[in-house]
């Protein structure tokens, strides 16, 4: 619920919604900061080219973010859902900056963007950044590289 409103919000009043919802992707409260994430990937939806950066930026912080709730809302559903449709080159950037980060929840994240059907989609268009992942011995992130190639592998076939 607090998700959709904000989504809407956003949308409709950006200037004034965005730093509201860059202090719920830091709140305390997992699902404030789920919201926001998700708020993130309704806005996106419009397609603005002039937000695909602020919304890049806003859901950055959450990337590091190691509760699933948070985790699922980001990679696969708002990065590989949407924002991969809604601003490909921007997103593959930015997934290229990320892929580097040594935090594992990033790399997750960055790895479960291609598990999505959009994600898959675009795969093609960036098999640096799995292939780089890919070196990563850590579980949680080989599994997410695991997954996101299964996924590809189902399209191609």
Do not use: C
Not at 30 to 42: S, W
Not at 71 to 86: C, W, Y
């Amino acid at each position: 619920m607090a998700a959709s409103l904000m989504g809407r919000l956003l949308v409709e009043a950006f200037p004034d919604v965005l730093p509201i919802a860059r202090e719920w992707v830091s709140a305390h409260d997992p699902r404030l900061r789920r919201a926001a994430v998700v708020a993130a990937k309704h806005a996106a939806r419009t397609r603005r080219t002039e937000w695909a950066e602020p919304l890049l930026d806003l859901i950055e912080p959450a990337l590091r973010d190691s509760d699933d709730y948070v985790r699922k809302s980001l990679g696969p559903f708002a990065l590989g859902d949407q924002f991969v449709r809604s601003y490909p080159d921007a997103t593959l950037a930015r997934l290229r900056t990320w892929m580097e980060d040594r935090d594992e929840n990033v790399r997750w994240n960055v790895a479960m963007t291609f598990s999505a059907a959009s994600g898959s989609r675009v795969a093609q268009r960036a098999p640096d950044i799995l292939e780089y992942l890919s070196a990563d011995e850590r579980p949680l992130v080989r599994s997410a590289v695991r997954t996101a190639q299964r996924r590809i592998r189902t399209l191609v076939a």
